[in-house]
C-alpha cells in the first residue's frame, strides 16, 4: 500500500511539474506576430497552385501494410530471444507473416495502380 500512495505522489509530481514547466515557457517566450510568420511556409516558395492534392487511397494501404509488418518483424526479435518457446513462436510469426503478405498478394493489394 505505501509502495502504491509513492508511485501515485511521483505521478502527481511529474505531472505538476510537466504542467508548469509548459505554461512558464508559454508565458516566457517572446511572440512575434506578423505576416511572415502567420504564412505558411513550402521549402522557401511561394505557394504554387493548390497545395491541398490528394493522395491516391492505395498509398495508405501499402503505408498501413508496411506498419503491421514493421511492428511483426520487431516482435519477430523478441520471439528469437526467449529460449523455451523461442522456436514455436518465431515459427508461428513467420507463419502469420507470410500468410499475411499472402492474403495481401492474393486480394490484389500490392499492385500499384495510379
Known amino acids: ?19 508548469v514547466l ?10 512575434m506576430k506578423n505576416t511572415n510568420k502567420l504564412s505558411p511556409f513550402e521549402c522557401g516558395f511561394s505557394a504554387v497552385g493548390f497545395v491541398h492534392t490528394s493522395f491516391s487511397v492505395h498509398f495508405f494501404i501499402i503505408l498501413i501494410m508496411f506498419v503491421i509488418f514493421d511492428l511483426e518483424v520487431v516482435l519477430l526479435v523478441g520471439c ?8 514455436l513462436s518465431f515459427l508461428l510469426m513467420m507463419f502469420f507473416v507470410v500468410g499475411g503478405i499472402y492474403l495481401e498478394w492474393y486480394l490484389g493489394k500490392l499492385k500499384w495502380m495510379v
Not at 505505501?2 to 505538476?16: A, E, Y
Not at 509548459?22 to 511572440?31: C, M
Not at 528469437?80 to 522456436?87: D, E, H, K, M
Open 1 to 19: 500500500m505505501k509502495r502504491l500512495v509513492v508511485m501515485l505522489m511521483l505521478l502527481v509530481l511529474s505531472l505538476l511539474i510537466s504542467i
Open 22 to 31: 509548459y505554461l512558464l515557457s508559454f508565458f516566457v517566450s517572446f511572440k
Open 80 to 87: 528469437l530471444i526467449l529460449s523455451s518457446v523461442g522456436i
